[in-house]
């Protein structure tokens, strides 16, 4: 079993790690830990995890601004503490659903 690699794969800023053949203490050690070991799949990888931080992001985004415009509604006596508790709700229910669009991401494999 060959250990070296785990504090290598620690310290880096992103560690990947095959998982077929990677050492168990690799695999742990690595952020990312590739289920086959195909390394062609880098590419792939890298925007999935570009579109995983958009989606992010945008999430974070529509989150705050869902909140802004009810905390001002809020303010302005639109909404009473029942309808801001459902629309602050509504926006937790927003991000859940637009992380699930992220769930069947076909992109090129090459």
Do not use: Q, W
Not at 39 to 44: C, E, F, G, N
């Amino acid at each position: 079993m060959n250990i070296a690699p785990a504090p290598a794969l620690k310290a880096a800023d992103v560690g990947v790690a095959m998982g077929g053949m990677g050492s168990d203490i690799s695999i742990e050690a690595a952020d990312i830990a590739l289920m086959g070991d195909d390394v062609s799949m880098l590419p792939y990888l890298k925007r999935l995890s570009n579109a995983t931080v958009r989606t992010i992001k945008f999430s974070i985004s529509l989150s705050m601004l869902i909140n802004i415009i009810a905390v001002v509604l809020s303010v302005a006596g639109v909404l009473n503490p029942t309808t801001g508790a459902l629309v602050h709700n509504a926006g937790s229910c927003f991000v859940v659903l637009i992380a699930a669009l992220l769930y069947d991401r076909k992109f090129d494999r090459s």
